[in-house]
């Protein structure tokens, strides 16, 4: 698929994988309490793969897989949620979804415009 | 647990195990003076035990789902009761030293304060969801 629909895939996948990536730092933040429990995050690099691999041109990419990440410091008890960055990070992903529904609406009143006259 | 609200779970889990925290805390506050209890003993301090949901099902991809944090269960702390020397007391021995509850209050205040931080952040995190769904809608409006 080519020209504007795909456009609207590709901006409906980003608000996608934004809600997902939602979800994934939310069960971090959830689980900031609970010996043993690891970090996750959605591959993003993943995503972005199977975006350029024209995957996303056929619908929505679903189902991404999580990863552990590397690298931070871990609790007592196992645990190695770095609570203010995850807080961030939920912030940062919440702006990002506004970005990617602006984008989808600004779209969406130019093509209206463009029927209406 | 998935489906088009999962989020909101995920943070109402997170929400109502930092409650729970937080009252087994104020428990333990409120009986840091209790020296006799139904088995005869002080009061033991109680602590909650949390497990990740998604651990247990072992598996990491979204299409399994998160399920948040679950609750396991309360535990008592078996750590020894301090003696204190208080022969005025009625639950005191023949030495006069009375067996005080394991409840230490600076620890009660740090679990306190991170419960309630964690609270704040899940709660958070479902407001941020609120909005996200809300710009969704107003796409649906064909509004900005």
Same mark, same amino acid.
């Given at each position: 698929?080519?020209?504007?629909?795909?456009?609207?895939?590709?901006?409906?996948?980003?608000?996608?994988?934004?809600?997902?990536?939602?979800?994934?730092?939310s069960?971090?933040?959830?689980?900031?309490?609970?010996?043993?429990?690891?970090?996750?995050?959605?591959?993003?690099?993943?995503?972005?793969?199977?975006?350029?691999?024209g995957e996303?041109?056929?619908?929505?990419?679903?189902?991404?897989?999580?990863?552990?990440?590397?690298?931070?410091?871990?609790?007592?008890?196992?645990?190695?949620?770095?609570?203010?960055?995850?807080?961030?990070?939920?912030?940062?992903?919440?702006?990002?979804?506004?970005?990617?529904?602006?984008?989808?609406a600004?779209?969406?009143?130019?093509?209206?415009?463009?029927?209406?006259? | 647990?998935?489906?088009?609200?999962?989020?909101?779970?995920?943070?109402?889990?997170?929400l109502?195990?930092?409650?729970?925290?937080?009252? $087994?805390? =104020?428990n333990?506050? &409120?009986?840091?003076?209790?020296?006799?209890? *139904?088995?005869? +003993?002080?009061?033991?301090?109680?602590?909650?035990?949390?497990?990740?949901?998604?651990?247990?099902?072992?598996?990491? $991809?979204? =299409?399994?789902?998160? &399920?948040?944090?679950?609750?396991?269960?309360? *535990?008592?702390? +078996?750590?020894?009761?301090?003696?204190?020397?208080?022969?005025?007391?009625?639950?005191?021995?023949?030495?006069?030293?009375?067996?005080?509850?394991?409840?230490?209050?600076?620890?009660?205040?740090?679990?306190?304060?991170?419960?309630?931080?964690?609270?704040?952040?899940?709660?958070?995190?479902?407001?941020?969801?609120?909005?996200?769904v809300?710009?969704s809608?107003?796409?649906?409006?064909?509004?900005?």
């Amino acid at each position: 698929m080519t020209g504007i629909p795909s456009q609207y895939y590709l901006l409906g996948n980003a608000l996608r994988n934004a809600e997902q990536n939602h979800r994934v730092v939310s069960q971090n933040i959830a689980n900031v309490n609970t010996p043993g429990y690891q970090t996750r995050e959605l591959s993003f690099e993943d995503y972005m793969k199977r975006v350029k691999s024209g995957e996303s041109n056929q619908g929505f990419i679903d189902e991404i897989p999580t990863t552990l990440v590397e690298g931070l410091v871990e609790r007592v008890d196992g645990n190695n949620v770095d609570f203010d960055q995850q807080v961030a990070n939920l912030k940062k992903n919440a702006l990002l979804f506004q970005s990617w529904s602006q984008l989808l609406a600004a779209k969406m009143s130019t093509m209206r415009k463009a029927m209406t006259g | 647990m998935s489906g088009l609200f999962s989020a909101m779970d995920i943070s109402a889990s997170g929400l109502a195990a930092e409650r729970l925290r937080m009252e $087994t805390t =104020a428990n333990n506050i &409120a009986n840091a003076n209790t020296t006799k209890t *139904e088995n005869g +003993d002080p009061y033991r301090r109680k602590s909650v035990v949390f497990s990740s949901e998604l651990q247990k099902e072992g598996r990491y $991809t979204l =299409a399994s789902g998160f &399920a948040g944090v679950e609750v396991v269960g309360i *535990e008592s702390d +078996d750590t020894a009761f301090p003696m204190v020397h208080n022969p005025g007391h009625p639950h005191a021995d023949e030495d006069g030293m009375v067996r005080m509850p394991n409840v230490k209050i600076p620890t009660e205040m740090v679990d306190m304060i991170t419960a309630s931080r964690s609270y704040e952040a899940n709660l958070s995190s479902i407001t941020m969801f609120q909005e996200m769904v809300e710009q969704s809608l107003r796409l649906l409006q064909g509004g900005s």
